[in-house]
Each structure stands twice: as structure tokens, then as C-alpha cells.
């Protein structure tokens, strides 16, 4: 399946808004209900739905949908989607323990392969200590940045003002930077000096 992309959220409050209508439903012989969902930074939607189909016993299963979400688009293209189902085997792996716990049993690969990435990643980033201000990043392999330089130990520094902003700069000083896919990356954490 492809993207599909609109110019409005169609009187929805948001993109999860939205996507819950969009997997709730009745046919005559299907009736689908989101049951829980999630989205996750704004890019990764999780959805534990519910199909109840006569004569069947209730299936609850996982629907993963990209996202991307831009009100001030500059061709008014302001919301956008791409649905899965945890069937497929999707790479996102970041549901949320509460849609995953509401799952019926399956017996397909992708789902349980997909099901066991996402509570390994619960289980890693349970592990890892709430990053603050001083604290010290080893990661396992040097990160190399766009300005040629490449490092393995970075400091962290939270602005103030706005403490979701985490960048990172080496211990003895330096420039600021970004780290994309942070929770992805193997790394330890050294106290603060």
C-alpha cells in the first residue's frame, strides 16, 4: 500500500483523532473498533483494533501507520498516512506496552516477530537512565557528524528552556550536536562530574 495524503484532518482534533475514526467502523459483517492507540513523536501511529466478525471469536491485532503531519504545507498536503498491520512485519517497533498487551494470540511470523521487537525495545529503554545535564554518553562505536569529526564520548546538554531539546558536545568543549535515532544506538552513561 502507498501513502495517502489530504489538505485537512476533515474536523478531526489530530492525526491520532483521525486515524482512530478512520479504523473504527461498521459493515454488515465486520465491525472494527480501536480499542488503544499511541502516536509516537508525531511519525509512528499504533492502534490495538478490535474486529468482531459473526459467528467469530473477537480478533485483536495491531495496526502500525507512517505519518507525517505538516499544517503549514506548502502545497496543502497538510496530513498524510501509511497503514500496516503488525502482519506485515513492519520496522517501527516502538508500541506502546498498553496497545501491545491488549493483542489476541497469533500465530503469524511477522506479528510475532514484530511483537517480540517491541518488547525488546520497552525492555532496553526501561534499562536506560532519564539523560540530564552533565551527564557523560560512551557510545559502542565512534559517531561520525557532518562537520568531519567524529566522536565516542559526547556530554549532554539540555536547554533550559526548552528540556525536550537534547543535544550532545564533547566533554572538553566544542560544538553542539544532534543525534538522530538515539534510542536506537548502543550506548552506556556515565554519572555527572
Known sequence: MGWLFMSSLKGHAGPRSY???????EREDLRSTVLASALV?????YAAVEHVR???APEIFAVVCLVRYNPRDREGYVFGY???TEHMGPVEAEC???VLDMLTPTD???ALAWRERCRNAIA??????????GMVVVFDAPLRFTDGTSHQRLAVVID???PREVRFRPPAGGPLYRIGGLRRLDYAVEPPA
Open 82 to 84: 501509511k497503514d500496516l
Open 96 to 98: 506502546p506496552a498498553g
Open 160 to 162: 533550559p528552556s526548552n
Open 19 to 25: 486515524l482512530d475514526n478512520q479504523f473504527t467502523y
Open 108 to 110: 503469524n511470523a511477522h
Open 41 to 45: 513523536r508525531m511519525r509512528t501511529y
Open 124 to 133: 532496553a529503554r526501561a534499562k536506560r537512565p532519564r539523560l540530564r545535564q
Open 54 to 56: 459473526d459467528g467469530q
